[in-house]
T-cell receptor
Framework: AQSVTQLGSHVSVSEGALVLLRCNYSSSVPPYLFWYVQYPNQGLQLLLKYTSAATLVKGINGFEAEFKKSETSFHLTKPSAHMSDAAEYFCAVSPGYSSASKIIFGSGTRLSIRP | GAVVSQHPSWVICKSGTSVKIECRSLDFQATTMFWYRQFPKQSLMLMATSNEGSKATYEQGVEKDKFLINHASLTLSTLTVTSAHPEDSSFYIC????????????????FGPGTRLTVL
């Protein structure tokens, strides 16, 4: 079975500060990992995905994540937070990147940005 | 490209009535569509997976007779909440996977904007 655990349901940082959202995964097979962002009352937008290529993945809006197998982690970072980054972020895992694969979502982390 | 729409964006209904939610892929053919529900401040829970022209596959604990899913075409899937009750109030999100024949194909799931259902 696969699962993801997001540490911290709410993270608050100052504008311009480093953003770090934590995600640990559990998978019996090499996982495919995703980070999604959700703005209020909207659907999900894919930020980035890891599909067994480079372990450092760069996404949209200046976000990136690093796959660390030894730590079973896939933390999301951004060097400098912007007010527009305030949203809900979901880490997700899939057993494969194919039409038959389901995506399992973490519980989400709400990111707040202080002026 | 790869835009998914949902209609309506919000709906309020009385207990006992049925509500239909549409999910459309606007510029690609969705061979597979997924339906999720999301309670306030919680994550997305997959309800069912539907392939065009086939019966939907429901996740454990999801009542097939209550949440009717139809995926009759490559661009449209519908979720009907039958005999809705207040506990069915939630944010329902669909996603679609597919491509444009001869042009592109992706296994990425593209998400709709969601439908907020409130049952009084």
């Amino acid at each position: 079975a696969q699962s993801v655990t997001q540490l911290g349901s709410h993270v608050s940082v100052s504008e311009g500060a480093l953003v770090l959202l934590r995600c640990n995964y559990s998978s019996s097979v090499p996982p495919y990992l995703f980070w999604y962002v959700q703005y209020p009352n909207q659907g999900l937008q894919l930020l980035l995905k890891y599909t067994s290529a480079a372990t450092l993945v760069k996404g949209i809006n200046g976000f990136e994540a690093e796959f660390k197998k030894s730590e079973t982690s896939f933390h999301l970072t951004k060097p400098s937070a912007h007010m527009s980054d305030a949203a809900e972020y979901f880490c997700a895992v899939s057993p494969g990147y194919s039409s038959a694969s389901k995506i399992i979502f973490g519980s989400g982390t709400r990111l707040s940005i202080r002026p | 490209g790869a835009v998914v729409s949902q209609h309506p964006s919000w709906v309020i209904c009385k207990s006992g009535t049925s509500v239909k939610i549409e999910c459309r892929s606007l510029d690609f053919q969705a061979t597979t569509m997924f339906w999720y529900r999301q309670f306030p401040k919680q994550s997305l829970m997959l309800m069912a997976t539907s392939n065009e022209g086939s019966k939907a596959t429901y996740e454990q604990g999801v009542e097939k007779d209550k949440f009717l899913i139809n995926h009759a075409s490559l661009t449209l899937s519908t979720l009907t909440v039958t005999s809705a009750h207040p506990e069915d109030s939630s944010f329902y999100i669909c996603s679609a996977r597919g491509g444009l024949a001869g042009v592109w194909r992706s296994d990425e799931q593209f998400f709709g904007p969601g439908t907020r259902l409130t049952v009084l």
